[in-house]
Nanobody, 126 residues
Framework: QVQLVESGGGLVQAGGSLRLSCQAS????????VGWFRQAPGKEREFVGC????????SFADSVLGRFTISRDNAKNTVYLQMNSLQPEDTAIYYC???????????????????WGQGTQVTVSS
């Protein structure tokens, strides 16, 4: 089993930045991919970005490309989502997820992720 704990959400003005953290514990050796997803009110959960746990370039949704970055600290079992130039349309609950599957580029399908965090709210005011 893998447990994920997210932190770093909050309220920010448009144009601002936030950094989300996702710390994993448990059977992390089985993890190959880490993804970030978000769900806005009344909308389906959507892919934001992903990174392979042991290498490869991150991949992002077109809506956040150039504004969001993903990094990881394997020693701390932690993955970060740095969000810059935030806009009101970025308002959502953000979820960290992990998968045993590997892909290059990293996988984007929600159904391929088995472990999920509890989510953290990000609100961007105009």
């Amino acid at each position: 089993q893998v447990q994920l704990v997210e932190s770093g959400g909050g309220l920010v003005q448009a144009g601002g930045s936030l950094r989300l953290s996702c710390q994993a514990s448990g059977s992390t050796l089985s993890i190959n991919t880490v993804g970030w997803f978000r769900q806005a009110p009344g909308k389906e959960r959507e892919f934001v970005g992903c990174i392979n746990w042991r290498g490869a370039t991150p991949s992002f949704a077109d809506s956040v490309l150039g504004r969001f970055t993903i990094s990881r600290d394997n020693a701390k079992n932690t993955v970060y989502l740095q969000m810059n130039s935030l806009q009101p349309e970025d308002t959502a609950i953000y979820y960290c997820a992990m998968s045993r599957l590997y892909g290059n580029p990293c996988i984007r399908a929600i159904g391929d992720y088995f472990y999920w965090g509890q989510g953290t709210q990000v609100t961007v005011s105009s």
